[in-house]
Every structure is written in C-alpha cells, then in structure tokens.
C-alpha cells in the first residue's frame, strides 16, 4: 500500500474535532516539507494512541477472562469438596 493511501485511511479514522485541529495546523504551515512534518507527527500520535486503546482494552479482556477461570476454579473445588464430605 502506498504512503498516500495509508495516510487518507489514517485520516479518515479522525474524529471531526481532530480533523479541524488537523486543518488548522496546516493552513499555519508555511511549506510543503512543514505540512508532511505535521502529517507526519500526527497520524504517528494517533497510530500510538490507538494502540495505547487497544492494549487497554486487551488488558482488561486478559483480567476479566483470569477473573472468570478463577472463580470456575473455586467453584469447582467447593463442589468438589462437598462431594467428598457427603
């Protein structure tokens, strides 16, 4: 995939407060080499920040699922347990 696509792809994922933050910056850029330095940057802090969701988001998946075998574990260890007295 070339760089141009890449870059529309990651633009479009932008909220609009995003967006309009993003135009701003580069209409305040003087040349070109600023504006690929700010699209650049930005598309790179949005890629990290969306990766910094993402991990969160695997986290907590991997704490609830351990959370869930855990109690399975327990339950079966009662039941288990009660078996054997009775």
Do not use: P
């Not at 870059?7 to 580069?26: H, P, R, W």
């Not at 990290?48 to 079966?76: F, H, P, Y």
């Amino acid at each position: 995939m070339n760089k141009r696509r890449k870059f529309e792809q990651t633009l479009s994922l932008f909220n609009s407060d995003q967006q309009v933050a993003l135009s701003e910056k580069l209409m305040r850029a003087q040349s070109l080499t600023d504006r690929i330095g700010i699209l650049t940057k930005t598309i790179a802090d949005f890629t990290i920040e969306q990766e910094k969701v993402k991990s969160t988001k695997d986290i907590r998946l991997i704490i609830v699922a351990g959370g869930l075998v855990t109690v399975l574990i327990v339950v079966a260890l009662i039941y288990v347990l009660k078996r054997k007295k009775g």
